[in-house]
């Protein structure tokens, strides 16, 4: 029995010590709250504590990570989305608990829906097909997102029976769903478009880094062609500091919600490691400096592989930053709804460019990027 209680105060020991500590302060700057992380080295890590303060949507004006042997110091500073501190203190104390739990991997579950993912050649009415062909299935789709970009898409989709509002689940329908689906985004029996359309069995990865790595695989950074030229704002640059063994990677771009989001995941997701980083935004402009090297301690070491480093973060950039006009549509949820919205769309000669679906309450809140084919 001593030693059983011993064993759990060494636990507790144990977990006191790997549990991020969080200090959050309105009173040093005048402009943003400070929230300070204390945490131990792990891969990801830093990325969960941005996806938290993302997921608010927060904007992070300043951030400087730093890591010393086994522990990192990373400080961030944030305001709401109209550029104000943080002063409820719901936000502030959901803050803390949740980047205090993080060490653990704990995410939310999307319960009592099935999952799909979807990539392939975007065109002129896709979506629109697609969310017919969901319709004449009877799927209700719950809420989805889309990306595209250059000339790729990629979309999940969380979906429930119309008639039973229960999960999909039976094998041969799941099979018919994908395979419907897949033909829609192969278009016209284009053999070269690697479409793909399956159930997700990665539910626990967060949405939008998922729609990352669905892009990623697919190979959307390499995929160009006159009319997806590269945003000239975006510049990305790698050096070697071989003093130090590491890489110095450089973003300079427009700032926007989400950005520091949409590097650091990239660099995550290709297996590099941040050491140190300086994040600064001024006006509209960003500017991002990474220290990186791969999780076995070496910096980027071939020509090769540094100009996939910045295809892939110019790539990361881009792909949220979707031109367009953007519009919101909010109507009482019924089944077909957004094929009738995005017929509408394509009918008029509309590219969708990137979608936000979401229904709460009997209530559809639907955002659509659109421009001109």
Known sequence: MAMKGYLDEYEKLVIRMNTPRVVIDNGVCSSATIVKVDSPRGHGILLEAVQILTDLNLSIKKAYISSDGRWNMDVFHVTDINGNKLNDQSVLSYIEQSIETVYYGEDIEVN???????????????????????????????DAKLWTHNGRVASIIYLKDCTSGSPILDPHRISNIEGRLKNVLNGDNNVNSAAKACVSMDVMTHVERRLHQLMFEDRDYEKRSKRHERDPMVVVTVQNWAERSYSVVNVHCRDRTKLLFDVVCTLTDMEYAVFHATINTSSDQAH????IRHKDGSPISSEAERQRVIQCLEAAVERRASAGVRLELRHPDKQGLLAEVTRTFRENGLNVTRTEISTSCGMATNIFCVTDA
């Open 288 to 291: 991002l400096e990474f220290y």
């Open 112 to 142: 009592g829906l099935t999952a799909l993912e979807l990539t392939g050649t975007d065109r002129i009415g896709l979506l629109s097909e697609m969310f017919a062909v969901l319709s004449d299935l009877n799927c209700d789709v719950v």
